[in-house]
Structure formats: structure tokens, C-alpha cells
């Protein structure tokens, strides 16, 4: 299958549409093979759990590129929302935090928690942030 039109792009992936239903998250090359099983292991986990998120469908490669497979949840984003009407940008922002807290809440097995996943960033950051690790 080829991936569809764009329809967002972040810091580490493109997403795309792809077939009914569904969108995948391609990944840029420099982004380690091992986080899109972390990530699949999180989405699933926090489906599973019951918070409102997209369910993972699985990996796959797409012209050279590691993707994800996810439910295509119908309707505009809460940025969307928020940059479309600025005089509910605090609302949306609110429910952005809300679903978030949510997320970081949920009892899902295998979830980290999200201090401890923080704290393993910024030691893997050793060679840019010198002592100020220690402090971590």
C-alpha cells in the first residue's frame, strides 16, 4: 500500500492517510527503529486502557521509511480548533492538558511513568548538558 495525502507532520514523523480508516505515522531516518516499538507498546497500552486515543494497528516500512499504522480519528485537531478561534484557545488548551493528564493517569500496564522516561532523556543528553546531569 502507498501512503495518501499528508496530513501532519511533527518532529519526528509525517502522517499520512492510509487506505479506510486509517493513517500512517512515517518516521524520519534518523529516528531509532526501537522507539516505534516503545511508541506501539504505548498506544496499545493507552487504548487498551480505555483513554481516548487512536488504536494501533502495527508497524510497517514504506519506501525506506518505519512507519505506524493507527485509527483515523474523523475531525479537526484541538491546534486546529485552537488556531481557528483564538477566543477558545484557552478551552482547547484546557482539554489538550486534560486528555494528557489522562494519559500519564491511566493504570495501563507497561506504561511508564512519565518522570522516569524525563529523567533517561536528559542523561542520554550527557555529551550536550556536562554535570547539570547529576542533578537529575
Known sequence: MTAGQL????????????GEGQVVKLYYGNIPKDWLQY?????????????????????????????LVYEKIAGPSLLAL????????????TLLAQLHADIHRCRAS?????????????????AFLGDRVSRC
Open 39 to 67: 511508541e506501539t507498546e504505548i498506544g496499545t497500552a493507552v487504548y487498551k486502557a480505555g483513554v481516548p486515543a487512536p488504536e494501533v494497528f502495527g508497524q510497517v516500512e514504506v519506501d525506506g521509511r518505519s512507519g
Open 7 to 18: 496530513i501532519g507532520k511533527g518532529m519526528t514523523a509525517e502522517v499520512y492517510e492510509w
Open 82 to 93: 485552537m488556531l481557528h478561534d483564538m477566543d477558545k484557545a484557552e478551552h482547547y488548551s
Open 110 to 126: 507497561r506504561l511508564p511513568r512519565q518522570k522516569d522516561r524525563m529523567a533517561m532523556f536528559v542523561r542520554q543528553s550527557a
